[in-house]
């Protein structure tokens, strides 16, 4: 345990709610039923793997009710009619309006409030079907029967589904993993007292990393060391909780900036901002509330989704383009000497470095590993294979690894060499936003693209055009926009003038 956190553990500090805490709530905010244990949290991917569980259990137990009817109780000429009161009970299952918050953590693993939530769509979906036998003329009598029959196969297929996630959900090892992760920075009280309460009441929810501050005897490191440990692990959110006597706004303002590159979601607390800043979005986080000051861009379902259409995609284009990718090999290495591949190390996300693989297109004895000098028009380095593939942008192609690999996905800002350089200057130094381009997985193509911004980084407007470009991408994101750029590539880049 850090030193800051057996700080804490010794701490005797009050643990009263902080002027940032319960009493700041706005009206109608959910807060505690008992206590600090009583909040929750929404995890966006926990969430939607139960909508999809509870969608295929139903599926499973309407398969299974059909089944049985059709044995024991109905004739086949009514089969028909059977069948259409299960579709229609199962759409009204899925489409009836679902009280979401209940799937919080860790709301989802208390039986009170799952029965509140499977309840109302499973009663309307056996009214639904009950409904449509007697629009078919079914006599009353076996239309309940067959309506009962529909929820007990329902609601024991829900019972079997959520017993096993109550389960899997509170193991040691996925409880750890829906914790968020929390950083805070502070060295005052104010930093002391949130920490404290975040360590000793809502370990179940919550796993402090740390406080960090430039100042201060009592933290576990300064704010560098805070946006490096982000690098190498992963933080959900970086809370900003200063005295008014270490700053104001403005101070704010200048650790949000320091923390541009951090893939997390940063807070601050509402007493530091002016009210200038009354429209910025305040969020519940456990017993406190809090102004939003930046959110990653891309959700845990964002995330867990795009990956899933890379996997897909990477591999079908793979199978596709197997042939081409060994005609290109064999020219390769028929026109000059040296290996297929060239791996080069690229600055990718949430700035860690990877090997990137393309084919090789300049003479093993010219190879810039470092990219100090970019490729130019007419480059001698060149090989006369190396300028077609280049010019069709085929050289790009064995980066399907890497996004099998998990280092790249298909669409995203391009990765760039270590010692790349743009007016004299590396590139995170010639404009301090090019870092935020790392919060998302780099891309084999990508907006700036297919906008005409590749080739050559000359001048730092060529820079700032890219860098302007990707961001644009990052707060846009969408699969559709991906497929979008997957297809504008296809039409404009492999034929590009600006591909060299």
């Not at 499977?118 to 409904?131: A, M, R, W």
């Not at 996300?349 to 990219?371: L, P």
């Amino acid at each position: 345990m850090s030193e800051a956190l057996r700080h804490l553990k010794n701490d005797e500090t009050d643990l009263s709610p902080l002027s940032v805490g319960i009493d700041s709530i706005p009206r109608g905010v959910h807060t505690a039923r008992s206590g600090d244990d009583g909040f929750a949290y929404r995890h966006p991917v926990l969430t939607q793997v139960v909508v999809v569980s509870d969608a295929m259990s139903v599926c499973l137990a309407i398969m299974a009710c059909i089944a049985w009817q059709r044995i024991h109780d109905t004739p086949d000429e009514l089969s028909g009619a059977l069948l259409l009161a299960n579709i229609m009970a199962a759409g009204a299952f899925f489409l009836f309006p679902r009280n979401v918050p209940l799937l919080d953590v860790p709301d989802l693993t208390r039986i009170s409030y799952q029965i509140r939530y499977l309840l109302p769509p499973v009663v309307f979906g056996g009214v639904i079907f009950c409904t449509v036998l007697v629009m078919l003329s079914w006599p009353p009598g076996v239309t309940l029967r067959m309506g009962a029959e529909w929820l007990v196969f329902v609601v024991i297929a829900l019972l079997i589904e959520r017993c096993v996630g109550t389960y899997i959900v509170q193991t040691h090892a996925v409880t750890r993993r829906l914790a968020r992760k929390v950083a805070i920075i502070g060295s005052g009280a104010e930093a002391t007292q949130m920490a404290s309460r975040i360590n000793a009441r809502l370990q179940r929810i919550f796993r402090l990393v740390g406080i960090f501050d430039d100042q201060g005897s009592h933290v576990d490191g300064t704010i560098e060391k805070l946006v490096l440990h982000a690098r190498e692990d992963h933080i959900d959110a970086v809370i900003i909780c200063l005295s008014p006597a270490e700053g104001g706004q403005q101070q704010v303002m200048d650790i949000l900036w320091r923390l541009r590159g951090v893939l997390a979601d940063v807070y601050v607390v509402p007493s530091l901002m002016t009210e200038d800043c009354h429209g910025w979005p305040v969020e519940r986080f456990g017993p406190f509330s809090l102004t939003v000051l930046q959110r990653r861009p891309l959700s845990e379902w964002d995330t867990l989704e795009k990956r899933a259409f890379d996997l897909t995609a990477s591999m079908l284009l793979l199978v596709a383009l197997a042939p081409v990718l060994g005609l290109v090999a064999l020219a390769i290495k028929l026109d000059s000497r040296g290996p297929v591949l060239f791996c080069q190390p690229r600055q990718g996300f949430n700035n860690r470095y990877f090997n990137v693989f393309k084919f090789r297109s300049m003479y093993t004895d010219m190879a810039d590993m470092d990219a100090a000098r970019q490729t130019s028009r007419a480059d001698p380095r060149v090989t006369r294979v190396g300028k077609w593939i280049r010019r069709l942008s085929i050289d790009e192609l064995p980066q399907l690894f890497n996004v099998l690999r998990g280092e790249m996905s298909l669409v995203g800002p391009r990765p760039h060499a270590p010692q790349t350089r743009a007016g004299g200057q590396l590139l995170h130094e010639a404009m301090e936003e090019y870092v935020a381009r790392h919060r998302v997985q780099p891309g084999i193509t990508g907006w700036a693209q297919i906008n005409g911004s590749r080739g050559e980084l000359v001048t730092r407007d060529d820079l700032r055009r890219r860098v302007v470009l990707d961001l644009e991408y990052i707060r846009a994101w969408s699969i559709w926009l991906d497929i979008k750029i997957i297809f504008l590539t296809i039409k404009r880049e492999i034929f590009s003038r600006n591909a060299f």
